[in-house]
């Protein structure tokens, strides 16, 4: 195996033998410049001259060997900066000349710049090159959904209204700064909405009503003192921008949460709002009763339990309709179609049955078939051994989850989600494709 005798190389200096999956990613890195093409045209876009600061800036090359090990090591942006300083291994392994480092400001501006799309495409490579040296497969593939959590509190209405006081306030304080009494109202003001959420809080039901109320006439206030700011105000742009942008949300939770705690009626889910910061999160039941407040994650695990296809959904998508187009990706990234798909009872249908049989499959399992359904399999045996297998799948999503920081995301907006998970996704195979080499 050609990979690995290079990676033997890189363990001659005993620092790369303690950090396999960095070593790993060198020799990629040198083996495939091709890689660093992938991001370039998202790390160098929108790049503005400045007269001030520092005139240097890292390599695309730099850019991505750092989020790599920022994803590796699991680290803040912040301790990514100490390490470019302090760690050995890193100033190797980012190529820096005498230790000199960069800001976490400054590699939080272009690693960010990185898209899902852009990092997908890199993981695609690595697996081809798994393949290629053997280590992957592609004969079975194991799909199932996990959900994962954004980063916000659970939402209640009184918690949301608050959100909006406070965040309101903050902005038109920006807004009316030389204004020392408008300050101090809006700071009285929101010291008395945090008193009414506490005993709102702490306050049999039948008492809410009545709590609500001001609550809600303080939030009602704020709303149309941002109107008017936004309106008059000729300076303090960015806070006015920021402002005008919020107000509709504002107005969303003020009459879903007067809907539900004045009037007394329901606010259905697609008219909620989950959270005032993160507002692409989703509300997932899973079960009957508990409910999480994320986004739906699909995982195609392959043979050697690398993951091949992943994809992250907006709403809460039944998961029969999402098993097809994971092979179909499949089918397409690595040219070649999996003899055996195994998969829990929700993916289970007629038509997914028919549609894996007319793309080539043999075996064709679900753990659980509904009504007169049956699986497609060569032999009971082998049966049983897909639906053994594809309990292993749970066993990938919590690594992928406690090791790589997936239990709960805290990238802020639906892009940057997005661009962990699959950054989570590069570093998990990486990890995976070490240990079989060095099995």
């Known amino acids: ?163 909006c006081i406070e965040t309101a306030t903050r902005l038109l304080k920006r807004i009316k700064k030389d204004k020392k009494d408008d300050n101090d109202r809006l700071d009285e003001q929101r010291k008395a909405a945090k008193k009414l959420n506490y005993d709102i809080n702490n306050s049999k039901k039948e008492n809410l009503p009545s709590l609500f109320d001001p609550y809600l006439d303080t939030l009602k206030s704020l709303i149309l003192e941002s109107w008017t700011a936004v309106r008059n105000s000729s300076t303090h742009i960015k806070a006015k921008s920021e402002l005008k942008a919020f107000l509709p949300l504002m107005i969303k939770v003020y009459r879903n949460a007067y809907k539900l705690q004045i009037e007394g009626e329901k606010v259905a889910n697609s008219d909620k709002v989950f959270s005032v910061f993160e507002t692409h999160t989703d509300i997932l039941v899973k079960g009957q009763r508990e409910v999480e407040f994320g986004h739906k994650v699909l995982i195609s695990r392959g043979s050697s339990c690398m993951i091949l296809d992943h994809d992250v959904f907006e709403g809460n998508p039944s998961d029969k309709g999402l098993l097809i187009p994971s092979i179909t990706r499949i089918k397409t990234n690595y040219t070649c179609i999996p003899e055996s798909s195994s998969a829990d009872g929700g993916f289970c249908s007629q038509e997914n049955l028919e549609k894996c049989k007319e793309l080539g499959l043999t075996n064709i399992v679900f753990t659980k078939v509904t009504k007169s359904l049956q699986n497609i399999v060569s032999s009971p045996e082998i049966e049983r051994i897909l639906k053994k297998w594809r309990g292993t799948t749970e066993a990938v999503i919590s690594n992928l989850k406690r090791g790589f920081d997936l239990q709960r995301v805290l990238w802020e907006g639906f892009e940057k989600f997005c661009s962990k998970v699959a950054w989570s996704v590069l570093g998990y195979n990486l990890r995976v494709m070490v240990n079989r080499m060095l099995e």
């Not at 790599?68 to 302090?86: A, G, S």
């Not at 400054?106 to 393949?131: D, G, L, R, T, W």
Request: a negative charge; proline letters at 3%; aromatic letters at 8%.
């Open 1 to 163: 195996m050609k990979l690995y005798n290079e990676l033997k190389l890189r363990f001659d200096t005993p620092i790369w033998g303690l950090h396999p999956e960095l070593a790993l990613f060198d020799v990629l890195l040198d083996r495939n410049p091709h890689f660093v093409k992938l991001v370039s045209n998202d790390v160098l876009s929108d790049i503005k001259e400045s007269n001030f600061g520092r005139k240097d800036s890292p390599t695309v090359e730099q850019v991505l060997r750092a989020a790599i090990y920022k994803e590796i090591k699991r680290l803040t942006y912040r301790e990514l900066e100490v390490d470019m300083y302090d760690s050995k291994i890193c100033s190797m392994f980012l190529r820096l000349e005498d230790n000199q480092g960069y800001s976490y400001s400054v590699m939080q501006k272009y690693i960010s710049k990185i898209s899902e799309k852009s990092i997908k495409s890199i993981v695609i490579e690595i697996n081809n090159i798994a393949i290629s040296e053997g280590i992957e497969t592609v004969d079975k593939i194991s799909t199932d959904t996990t959900n994962i959590e954004t980063n916000v509190h659970y939402p209640t209405n009184n918690s949301l209204v608050l959100d």
